[in-house]
Every structure is written in structure tokens, then in C-alpha cells.
């Protein structure tokens, strides 16, 4: 990030990338501590896998209805592992390839969330006074507001995409980050150094986003990786509402699916299963990494 | 159903609230499949009195029959008052309700009525003529009061009661559905207290006075209606001793009800619902013939009767080539066996042939085959070709695209857009599938390319031919028409008039079929199925119950009240229904053992957190 690296400073930019490969390994080792947060970085990676290389395993096809191979609802089969949906289009195929867009949708909402906690935490921290009184006014009553009625608010009165739901749950699940935020922007700034950069003449500019923003990036990233569950799952849960993409597959949509053919009271136990397992377990990973690297970066939460 | 306006409201039965409570439902689900339910047959809980419940999910608009426009109003208001005349079960002609006997003057305009003695209102007053004639009057005198049946008083003239059992209209034109008049006669000493009829929605004070085989003893809106029979009702008293429409907004949560005994009838099942409820012990499936088609309209460019365009539908489509192209490759034999799952007919004239005298089909050489390469020639023919990324443009450059308003909330119609956006975009054309909760509003205003579409057919079919003249478009862009797709057709329209006047029952027919071949070449409303009523009910709380038409048709929303109304309460109704533990059950265990799994998990990673904290 140092942009002075001009030439003949070389010593100081490699010093700068040693320093950091070392933080890297020293997170490494104490993340390797915490065997669950393992377990949940071996799921991810396999889940990570499985969606990226869909496009080879099951093909873009696989939505298609017109060119479905088999008849409607088949049990699972050797053709068809877990069964067929109302078209008759293979359900593993579908969880592959749902896992796409489960996972994207998920990652994307996470991030827009962050960063608009991220924006406002910074702001209000460092500014104070009444831009801060109004700002954390704003997020207690983002924080009141029950989150899933505001994103449901907002699926129904747009239009049904994607982008709706990642704008849908981006701006409804902000304020915890922004709150936590907050609190670590005036916990750096009341340090010596941030003094110190305001005497040789830092603006706020500077303060916020040379000194401030590093400082709170650990608690972001930890924020991030446990928001990304809840961006799945309320994914999955606007999806099964009805609300999402129809024309996309994602697992919440499948479930929708099979509620809308009647899966649940005909007892067709391999449509609803799976992609309610793959949520689960999406979840379960995220969250168990996200807990380790809290647990790691977070002081407060001590070293192992 | 001719009170079904509007109809993509009223007959893809809409679920408000539905959203929010799917949650809610979901999370009950799992508890109902768990959880023993008390047993619902009212044996035990009132003391042998038989109900029959019925599941539903459609919210009712008004129970006042001046406002009511769905179909679970309307088929209240069937049940709750008289009309002048009914349909029969067996085959839909008329036959006497609450007239006896009709006949009409030489010069068609004057038709006498004449009242039955033998019918009371539910208060003990006799019922007369007069009630009659202050139904219609007020319906055409006070425009708050016309608005579900303006349209079957607009051609009258003046209707009089000269006797307490003679009934006298007067009209403007000759009118040939003056024995279809579905006008839900109401009792004038009630009814006249009414100030604003535009507010009064008749459901503050029970029991409501009628004179229909059953009265209207309770209601609580989304929650259930509920009805005791009219023990003096002159065709017979019905014989369960209650009627309950219970509310359930998810259908799998009144399948679920049904097996396990706490409703005895469930409507509008998807194919795997009802193949599974075929092989469950007591209860009978009803898959008959629909008096619904299914359709894909595209829009004519909308435009009022002042002759103001408006809207923003794709001029491409007012090519009868596209038109034509784009209905040739769907295919609707496809659709049949995929979407319904042969729980359809395949769509060929607008009425379906459950209605045979005016059943008509296009015969082969004007029929729009499923024919993809004569699609694709027509395309070229109209100026559309197909460019280097696949995707065909027209002659101004820009690539020909679609827009598809559907139902978001209807299953079906979901499926099939996705159909149709796989077929066009093998032609080269993009589609766009707009569904939304309300295409009401887009669908007024015309902002619409194509549009699934959908109505329930009476069996006279004049209302349904109605709403596509040029009549029926709204008076301005603001206003509200009977209109279905802003269609303007003056050859249909002089049909449309020919067959109003008509009194003789096959010419009309005739008349009718010649409007249906006009309607099919202009191109805009596409039948594509005539999807089935599928139902089912327990037998082991009704005996018997009566289907319209008898040999093969619906229960629910029927026009008229002969299902409810014929119901046999089976004698052993106290039965409860046995069988172990559902597929509901199992998959209720699992989800709470894999709920409680995950909770025991995070309660031990929490412990965990909680000892760092603790240092």
C-alpha cells in the first residue's frame, strides 16, 4: 500500500512484504489451532471447488426444461443420484449448480453489507458530534428493524433478480459491522500515533484511511466471514419466499421449487433434503471459520 | 366465471400475505407434521353435529354481492342467496332458481319472470318480486352498487314487480343471457338501510338474512367462513350440519390437513400432490375437466376507447407474422405432459370443450401448428434476421426482444415462462419473464409485451367473449375496462352483437364458434391448455357429493351451489383416520434432529468462545 516505493527505497518495500508474510504465517499458525475453524476451511474449499468447476462437471445445460432427460419427481436412480425435479432435470446436477449462485449471491451481499458498515463505523468514529449522533440513529433503527421483514420489504417492490437480493440483504444487515466498527474506529484514535499523524498535518482523509482502516480491517474480515453464512442463508430464505431470481437456480429457489410441486405433503423427501443440507452445511462452514479468525485477530478474545 | 373480473386476480386465486406467512407456514409444518392434531370432524367437539371443511386460500374481496368479484366470494354468494336462475348440474342449462318459469314478448325486449311462493328468507319473510326488481334497480341506478354486476344490467331498461310473484324487464337490445343472469338477489328490507354501497362489505352482522341453502353465520377474514345450512330452503336443506371454508395459505400445510382428517376437501393440487393422495386410504381424488384456458396474450398496443394510446407493448408483436411465429414453436403437447403432468387438455379454440356446444377447433389448415422452422421463416419473412450472436434483429437495428408478464405466486406459470423462454431463444429471441405479486397494475396500464393469461368459462359464454370488444377497453388510459388485452376487432364485434341478439340456442352456438375462429387468427389471445380441476375429499366424512357437469367436472367453484349443497355426510364421519407416522413426520424428525444438531453445535462453539473470553 506504500505508494512512496520509489526506486533506491527498495530495502524498505521488501521489508514491508516480509513484515507482512511473516503476520501472514503467525495468523496461519494460530489459526491452524483452532481444529474446527480447519474443519470448516477444508469444507469451504471442497464447496469452492464443486461450484467452480461446475461448468466442466454438469455443464450450464443442466437448467435447461426443454432438453430435461428425465420424466417428473423419479426417485433417486443410478442415472439420477438424488431424484428429479417437476421438469425432470437431474437434482444433483441442480445443487451443483446452485451452489453457484447460493455461494455468489452470498459472498457479494456480505460485502456490500461490510462495506456500507464499514463506511458508516469509520464516519461516525472518527467524525463524532452530531454526524455521528445521526449516523448510529440511522443504524439503531436499520438494527431494531427485523431484518428479513425489510429485506422481504424490499424483494417484493423491486424487481425479482439477483442483484435484488444481494441489494436486498446488503442493506438491511449492516449495522452490527457498523456498530462494531465505531467502536474500534474511537478505540485507534484515541492511540498516540493517530496524535501523532494529526500534529504532521494528516487530514481526515488520511487518519481514516491510512491509519484507521488498516486497524479495523482484522474485525471487518472476521465480520465478513460470519456475515457471509447469514447472507446465504437469508438468500435461501428470500429464494424459498418466492422472491428471487425464478429463472436462476439457486438451493433457497429449489426448495421453493419443491414446496410449489408439492414435495412436502407427497413425501418426496430427495427433493427437499439435499439442498437444505447444502445451506446447512454452507453455513456451518462459513461460520466456523469466521469464528477461528475472530478468535485470532479479536485481542479481546485472547491468544490460544 | 363471468363475476371473475379481474380475472388474473380472481382465478390464479391470489394468496396476499401470503409471503410472510409462507415463513410462518414452514415453521408450522414442521410442527403440525410433529404434533398430534386434535381431531377436527366435529363429532367430538360439538356434540355430533357433521361439518364439512373445506380448505382455502383465496382472500375474499367483499361479501357484499354488489362488490364481490373472486371466486370464493362469489361462490359464497351462491351459496348464501337465491338467483333467478341456476344452472343445471348435468349439462348447464338453465333451470329455475328463484324464477319458475320466463318468457320473452315477440319483439325480444320484454321478459316476465315469474316468483316462486315456496321461498323464505332465512328471517321468515316471504320472498317476492319486489326483492327482485330493488336488486336490479339499485345495481342501475347507483354506481357504487354496479360494481361486480353493472355489466349484466347495462342493457336494461326498466324492471318492475307488478306482483309479489311477477318480474318484468324491460331492455334497450335484445339480450340472450337473460336466463344467465348471475345476480345474487338480495332482501330489500335489509338491503335498503345500506348508505354507502361502496363501503358496506356485509360482514359486521350474523347470521346474514339470505335465502340460499345455507346462511352466513361467522366470518373472520383469512381465517375461515362459516355457514349453517337453511332448513326451510325450498329445493331441501343440505344435510351436514356446518360449512367451513378454513384458511390455509399453503397448500402442502391443507394437503397435510386433509390426510390427516382435519379438512374434508382440498382444491387446486400439483400433480405430485395428487398422485400421492391417490394411493392414501379414504381419500378420493377428482381430476376432471377445468372450465379454465390457459393462454398467452400479446398485447395489441393498448389503447382506450377515446382512442388515446398508451402502454408500451413491442410494436414487433403487431406484426401478424410474429404473432404467429412465436405461438407456432411453443409446444403445447410439451406443456401438457411437463408442466400439468396430463393434467390438461391441450388448448385449441378460447372455450373449453367441457362446454361442448361451443367447443370449436381450428381445423388443420388454420390450426397454428408447433412448427419451429416455420417459425423461424416467418420471422425472416417479417424482417427479422438472425445476426452473427444468434439473436435476430429487425429493421432498425435493434435485436428483438420480449417481456413476459406472469403470476409470481403461480406455480405453473412459472414453468411454462420458462418453457417459452428456452423455445424463443432457440428463434433467436430474447425473453424477459417479469413475474410479479400484482400484474394488475402493469397489465391495466398496458405495460406488457406477452402475458399468461387465464379465465374460468361460465356456462354461457358471453361474458367471456365480452371482455375481448372494443366495448369492454377503458374509456380513458386512467379508467378501469372490462377489457382482458385491449383486443379491438371490428368483425368480432359485429359477431359479438349477432350472437347478444340471438334467442335461438344453436344459431348462438354457431355465431359463437365464428367468433372464437376470428378471435384465433387475429393472433392475440393464444390458448395453449385447459388445465384440470384436480381435487380431492374424504371419504370417510362425505358419503356422496355432486360434480358440475355430473359425469366428469369441478366441486369447487362451481356455478352454483350443487356440490355444497348435495354434500352426504358419510355415517361412520367420526371415523378417525389411522395410518402411521406420514412422509411429513419423518421429514419433520429429520429437520429437528439436523436443527438440533446445528444448535448443539454452535452451543458448544459458544462454550468454547466463552472460555477464551475467559482467559
Redesign the interface.
Known sequence: MTTAAAPGNDGSGSLAWARRRDSLARFWRAYRTHR?GLYGLAGLAVIALIALTAPLTVGGNIQ???S?PGS??ESPSGQFPLGTD???RSLLGLLIWGARISLAVGLLAAALSVAIGTLVGILAGHYGGWLATALMRITDWFLVMPT??LA?VLA?VM??SVWTVILAIGVTSWPTTARLVRAQTIAVESRPYIERARALGGGHRHIMSRHVLPNVMPLVLAQTTLGISNAILTEA?LA????GD??VVSWGGMLQ?A???????????WY??PP??AI?LVA?SF??CG?AVE?VLNPK??V? | MARTVPSRNALRPPRPGR??A??AA?VA?LATAVLPVRGAVADDSKGGEKVLTVAVSQSVDSLSPFLAQRVISTSVHRLMYEYLTDYDAGDGHAVPGLATAWNTSPDKLTWTYTIRRDAKWSDGRQVTADDAAWTFNKTMTDKGAATANGSFVANFKKVTAPGPTTLVVELKRPQATMTALDVPIVPRHVWEKVGDFTRFNNDRRFPVVGDGPFVLTDYKVDQYIKLRPNKTFWRGAPQFDELVFKYYK????A??AL?KGEVSFVSN?????A???KSASHIKVNDAPGRRFFALAANPGAQSKDGTRFGDGNPALLDPRVRRALFASVDRT?LVD?VF?GHAVEGEGYIPPRFADYFWKPAAEQRIAYDPVEAAALLDAAGYRTGADGRRTGKDGRPLGLRLLCH??D?ND??V???L???WAKLGIGLT?????NVTDPWMSGEYDLALDGYSVSPDPDYVLSIHTCAARPATPRATGQTDDFVCDRPFDELYAKQLAEYDTAKRADLVKRMESRLYDTGYINVMAYPNAVEAYRTDQIESITTMPEAAGNIYGQDGYWSWWSAVPASGSAAKPGGGP???V??GI??GA?VLA?AA??VV?RR??DA??R?
Open positions: 474446527a435447461s426444461v426443454t430435461a417428473a419427481l417437476q421438469f425432470g428479513l421483514v422481504i417484493t424487481s425479482h430464505t424459498f419466499l418466492g422472491l425464478p429463472t421449487d414446496r410449489e410441486a408439492g414435495a412436502v405433503s407427497s413425501g418426496h423427501w427437499l433434503a437444505g443440507i446447512a456451518l461460520t466456523l469464528r478468535a478474545l485472547g490460544r | 409471503r410472510v409462507i415463513g414452514a409444518l399453503d397448500n402442502d400445510a394437503v397435510a390426510r393440487l400439483t400433480p405430485a400432490q398422485s400421492s393422495l410439451m411437463k403432468q409470481a405466486i406455480p412459472k414453468a415462462s420458462k418453457y423462454q428456452e423455445w419473464v417479469d413475474c410479479v405479486d406420514s412422509a411429513g419423518v421429514l429429520v429437520a439436523i446445528g453445535s454452535f462453539l468454547r468462545v477464551d473470553d482467559e
